[in-house]
Structures are given as C-alpha cells and as structure tokens.
C-alpha cells in the first residue's frame, strides 16, 4: 500500500502523527550507531611539558599583553610575577614597563 493511499484512508491529524514519528524514529535509528572503529580518547592532562620557569632576564610589556599572558609564557604564576615586580592589585601593566624575572625586587618608578 503506498501513503497516498493510506492517507486516504486514515484521518488527517492520525497520517500526520505516522509521518511524524517515521521521521523521528529514523533519526533516532541513526544517531543509535556507533562507528565500528570506536572512540578514540585523547588524554591531553600530560600532553604538553612544563614549561621551565624563567629566572633571569627582563621583560618590556607590549601592546595587548597581561600580566597573566607574560606570567604562562614564562612559567611563572601571575600573583608570584606580580609581587617580583611591585605591581599591586588589580595588577595592571602598560607597554614599555619592564618585568623582570630574576631574584631582585623592583622599585616602581612612576605611578601609571
């Protein structure tokens, strides 16, 4: 028997429920299959190293950097870099000031 045929002889509401749930259970049919592969896991916990902590040097502050941007990129936490350098809460910092990562405290010079 065909749908028009069906529908014919079913009543409208009733043909469209049919409809409805042919489509949905075909859908859920397909989103039920797994890949015959399976899933692949990742652990990315240990994928990337430690960075080492930088201990000497300087740094001059750029144009979009943050504290928190310089801090990762060297290995250091921000609140530890922060206090290194003097620069106090809520730890703003501005192109051309210098962050420095070895054992010597700094003096801030001028007040932003």
């Given at each position: 028997?065909?749908?028009?045929?069906?529908?014919?002889?079913?009543?409208?509401?009733?043909?469209q429920?049919?409809?409805l749930?042919?489509?949905?259970s075909?859908?859920?049919?397909?989103?039920?299959?797994?890949p015959?592969?399976?899933?692949?896991?990742?652990d990315?916990n240990?994928?990337?190293?430690?960075r080492?902590?930088?201990?000497?040097?300087?740094?001059?502050?750029?144009k979009g950097?943050t504290?928190?941007?310089?801090?990762f990129?060297?290995?250091?936490?921000?609140?530890?870099?922060?206090?290194?350098?003097?620069i106090?809460?809520?730890y703003?910092?501005?192109p051309?000031?210098?962050?420095?990562?070895?054992g010597?405290?700094?003096?801030?010079?001028?007040?932003?």
């Amino acid at each position: 028997m065909s749908l028009t045929g069906l529908a014919q002889r079913m009543s409208k509401t009733s043909f469209q429920r049919l409809v409805l749930g042919l489509v949905f259970s075909s859908v859920l049919a397909g989103c039920s299959s797994s890949p015959s592969s399976g899933a692949r896991v990742v652990d990315r916990n240990n994928a990337a190293p430690q960075r080492p902590t930088v201990t000497t040097g300087q740094y001059v502050v750029r144009k979009g950097d943050t504290l928190f941007s310089i801090a990762f990129r060297y290995g250091w936490d921000y609140k530890a870099l922060a206090a290194r350098n003097n620069i106090p809460v809520p730890y703003t910092i501005h192109p051309g000031q210098t962050i420095r990562f070895d054992g010597a405290r700094v003096q801030r010079l001028r007040q932003w």
